[in-house]
Antibody
């Protein structure tokens, strides 16, 4: 069955870089796009960026200068790196599969990231 | 960027009532709107795609309608498991924005 699992550090210090991994199973990264979506604690959802099935990337312009998304298809993994973290980057980070365009049909369980000194 | 405005922010209902949740887009987006349910401490779940298309495994009491700028998620006879937050999301143009959500709570 389709699964996405996020992993990464729970605590990041201000100004440091966040590195997250999304490991997928049940589908191919060359057949589906994977997106990253985050949710500040107690708030709504924000689309961060995507790794398209063909290897192209796209980023939310609000985060573009700090964000990088890459993948390793042999390991079924998509990676997120975001630098210069601040306290308002605290929240839950999800990876999600896109079907039918940018419609998110499967989601990971999310990883909680706290930015604090 | 396309802004999605959801209303009301909170809706208090009793089980058995039928409800309608609204999502308004800042510009016309055809039917490129999708609805998600998020229960407390869980990931979002896709309920409806492209304004009115059903999703396998989602109860039939959930339905969607609308086109252009005005969209509605309807829940026919709310059940206790439906109390959660509902988000709309547009896939018309990047960035693929979400609404702020409507919280459906027990009255």
């Amino acid at each position: 069955q389709v699964q996405l699992t996020e992993s990464g550090p729970g605590l990041v210090h201000p100004s440091e870089t966040l590195s997250l991994t999304c490991t997928v199973s049940g589908f191919s990264l060359t057949g589906y796009s994977v997106y990253w979506v985050r949710q500040p604690s107690g708030k709504g959802l924000e689309w961060m960026g995507r790794m398209r099935y063909n290897g192209d990337t796209s980023y939310n312009s609000a985060l573009k200068s700090r964000l990088s998304i890459s993948r390793d298809t042999s390991k079924n993994q998509v990676f997120l790196k975001m630098n210069s973290l601040q306290t308002d980057d605290t929240g839950t980070y999800y990876c999600t599969r896109a079907a039918w365009g940018a419609t998110f049909d499967y989601w990971g369980q999310g990883v909680m990231v706290t930015v604090s000194s | 960027n396309i802004v999605l405005t959801q209303s009301p922010a909170t809706l208090s209902v009793t089980p058995g009532e039928s409800v309608s949740l609204s999502c308004r887009a800042s510009q016309s987006i055809s039917t490129s709107i999708h609805w998600y349910q998020q229960k407390s401490n869980e990931s979002p779940r896709l309920l409806i795609k492209y304004a009115s298309q059903s999703i396998s495994g989602i109860p039939s009491r959930f339905s969607g309608s609308g086109s252009g700028t005005d969209f509605t998620l309807s829940i026919n006879r709310v059940e206790s498991e439906d109390f959660s937050i509902y988000y709309c999301q547009q896939s018309y143009s990047s960035p693929y924005t979400f609404g702020a959500g409507t919280k459906l709570e027990l009255k």
